[in-house]
């Protein structure tokens, strides 16, 4: 973990933060979400109990402001995403925006990888419990927010692609994107972090390319090879 990025990532998120969260609440549910930040950066998933014995607040506090560790995590995964969530591109070309979403994303995901590894790790044991009959009431955590991000960086071709073709890019664009890329390109592969973006930039790209040829080849009336067809 680069714990300098971490800290700069963190500090920034400070002072952005609105006036109005500032109250004593907001301070404890800062101190709650710093606590289970920091508890995740560590490689724990913790749970609404063990965020609350960690960070010195009654259960029963923890548990008005997170009902859930679903409802925690997700919390601590916004917190990690920061300046993610809110990114915008003025650029109509879909390949520069899908580009600069990449720049963006990638290394505020790298630097709170073992807080996204530790929510991924949460989805799978819901998985399993979900398919052994065991999760019981405990909500589900859900993942997501790479869909509307993926949907926006392509928006350009919204007009140019069919629907299935648009959305077929954007579950496309999905593999190669989010804390997963990390765990094959850097775990299974081996790469630096350098290596790393550019293989899954130079992926990016070829995937918008072949969607846009794809299309520009169908207007000509060209056909194109059966396989590359969604039904």
């Given at each position: 973990?680069?714990?300098?990025?971490?800290?700069?990532?963190?500090?920034?998120?400070?002072?952005?933060?609105?006036?109005?969260?500032?109250?004593?609440?907001?301070?404890?549910?800062?101190?709650?979400?710093?606590?289970?930040?920091?508890?995740?950066?560590?490689?724990?998933?913790?749970?609404?109990?063990?965020?609350?014995?960690?960070?010195?607040?009654?259960?029963?506090?923890?548990?008005?402001?997170?009902?859930?560790?679903?409802?925690?995590?997700?919390?601590?995964?916004?917190?990690?995403?920061?300046?993610?969530?809110?990114?915008?591109?003025?650029?109509?070309?879909?390949?520069?925006?899908?580009?600069?979403?990449?720049?963006?994303?990638?290394?505020?995901?790298?630097?709170?990888?073992?807080?996204?590894?530790?929510?991924?790790?949460?989805?799978?044991?819901?998985?399993?419990?979900?398919?052994?009959?065991?999760?019981?009431?405990?909500?589900?955590?859900?993942?997501?927010?790479?869909?509307?991000?993926?949907?926006?960086?392509?928006?350009?071709?919204?007009?140019?692609?069919?629907?299935?073709?648009?959305?077929?890019?954007?579950?496309?664009?999905?593999?190669?994107?989010?804390?997963?890329?990390?765990?094959?390109?850097?775990?299974i592969w081996g790469l630096e972090s350098r290596d790393m973006?550019?293989?899954?930039?130079?992926?990016?790209?070829a995937l918008v390319r072949a969607a846009i040829a794809e299309?520009?080849?169908?207007?000509?009336?060209?056909?194109?090879?059966?396989?590359?067809?969604?039904?």
């Amino acid at each position: 973990m680069d714990v300098s990025r971490q800290q700069a990532a963190s500090n920034d998120d400070a002072e952005q933060m609105p006036a109005a969260e500032k109250g004593p609440r907001a301070r404890t549910r800062r101190l709650m979400l710093e606590t289970a930040t920091r508890l995740m950066q560590a490689g724990v998933t913790p749970s609404v109990s063990e965020v609350a014995e960690a960070a010195e607040v009654s259960r029963a506090t923890a548990y008005r402001y997170f009902p859930s560790q679903a409802a925690l995590v997700q919390a601590v995964v916004d917190e990690g995403l920061g300046p993610i969530l809110t990114w915008k591109s003025v650029s109509t070309d879909p390949e520069r925006r899908v580009a600069e979403l990449f720049a963006t994303a990638m290394p505020r995901i790298e630097a709170f990888e073992a807080t996204f590894k530790a929510a991924l790790k949460l989805s799978l044991d819901q998985w399993a419990q979900r398919q052994a009959g065991t999760l019981g009431t405990e909500p589900a955590f859900k993942r997501g927010h790479r869909v509307d991000l993926l949907k926006d960086a392509i928006a350009p071709l919204k007009g140019q692609l069919k629907p299935r073709q648009f959305k077929r890019l954007a579950q496309a664009l999905s593999m190669m994107f989010g804390v997963e890329v990390l765990i094959v390109l850097k775990d299974i592969w081996g790469l630096e972090s350098r290596d790393m973006m550019s293989v899954a930039d130079w992926a990016a790209g070829a995937l918008v390319r072949a969607a846009i040829a794809e299309s520009e080849a169908k207007a000509r009336g060209v056909s194109t090879s059966p396989k590359t067809e969604m039904s």
